[in-house]
């Protein structure tokens, strides 16, 4: 299983962005989980979905604000970041369990995707 992570950036406070996770030489059904860690801070659960059913899971820091989806297609998932504040500054993780329900514990999953830098300037 590979994972890439892509769309990261800087942006000002308030404003969006994007990220991609797509997933290759991977079977149908599984988890996809975005984590972020930030400088100094231990890497923390934000967004997940499930490619079973399509529930999904937010941190209560970004809901409201972030949105998580998919494309089974594509077995790309996407996490729609809005209202961006300064402390969403981390550095993003897509990860994936083979496993019907979203975990916000990172041991949990098998597979990571390498990181993709979100910075929000004030």
């Known amino acids: 299983v590979q994972l890439q992570a892509s769309g990261g950036g800087l942006v000002q406070a308030g404003g969006s962005l994007r990220l991609s996770c797509a997933a290759s030489?991977?079977?149908?059904?599984?988890?996809t989980g975005w984590f972020r860690q930030a400088p100094g801070k231990e890497r923390e659960f934000v967004s997940g979905?499930?490619?079973?059913?399509?529930?999904?899971s937010h941190a209560d820091s970004v809901k409201g604000r972030f949105t998580i989806s998919r494309d089974n297609a594509k077995k790309t998932v996407y996490l729609q970041m809005n209202s961006l504040k300064p402390e969403d500054t981390a550095v993003y993780y897509c990860?994936?369990?083979?496993?019907?329900?979203?975990?916000?514990?990172?041991?949990?999953?098998?597979?990571w995707g390498q990181g993709t830098q979100v910075t929000v300037s004030s």
């Open positions: 990860a994936v369990r083979m496993f019907p329900v979203i975990s916000v514990m990172e041991r949990n999953y098998g597979y």
């Open positions: 979905i499930s490619s079973y059913d399509g529930r999904t």
């Open positions: 030489n991977i079977a149908s059904g599984y988890v």
